[in-house]
């Protein structure tokens, strides 16, 4: 099973992913590109996409970039997000990248653009250090 297929499986098995409508559309090792279509539900009161969703994009990139170099037992252990822009369009494409990899530590960073009419626009970027973790038995 390569990267993407792995990452396809394990976010099908996130319910929340799911509902998101978040795909999982490129990994290579150490880099990911997941994007979730616009809809009213998971917009704020004006009509832009949530900062919880632009959140929750970050950190679902960031730790399938990890995922991609250290396997999927990780958890975040901080994470950080800067709103650059109303986040509006109709969809959102979320590209994270390992910046450095360790044993027990993985620091990654992503960016995130909102597309309308075919022209993606940065509306937002941030960085996730994620924890390996013993899987669970």
């Known amino acids: 099973m390569n990267a993407l297929q792995m990452l396809q499986k394990i976010n099908a098995m996130a319910e929340f992913n ?8 490129v990994a290579d090792p150490g880099s990911v ?4 279509p616009w809809r009213p539900e998971v917009g704020q009161y004006a009509g832009f996409l949530h900062a919880g969703l632009i959140g929750t994009l970050i950190d679902t990139a960031c730790g399938f970039a990890a ?3 250290a396997g999927p037992n990780l958890l975040a252990a901080n994470f950080s997000v800067n709103c ?3 986040a509006q369009g109709q969809k959102f494409i979320a590209r994270a990248r390992v910046v450095k990899p360790g044993k027990t530590q993985i620091f990654t960073s992503c960016d995130l653009f909102a597309v309308d009419a075919g022209e993606e626009k940065l509306v937002a970027n941030g960085q996730t250090l994620l924890t390996v973790v013993q899987a669970a038995q």
């Open 18 to 25: 799911r509902w998101c409508g978040i795909e999982v559309t």
């Open 33 to 36: 590109e997941i994007q979730m």
């Open 67 to 69: 995922g991609t170099v």
């Open 84 to 86: 650059l822009r109303p």
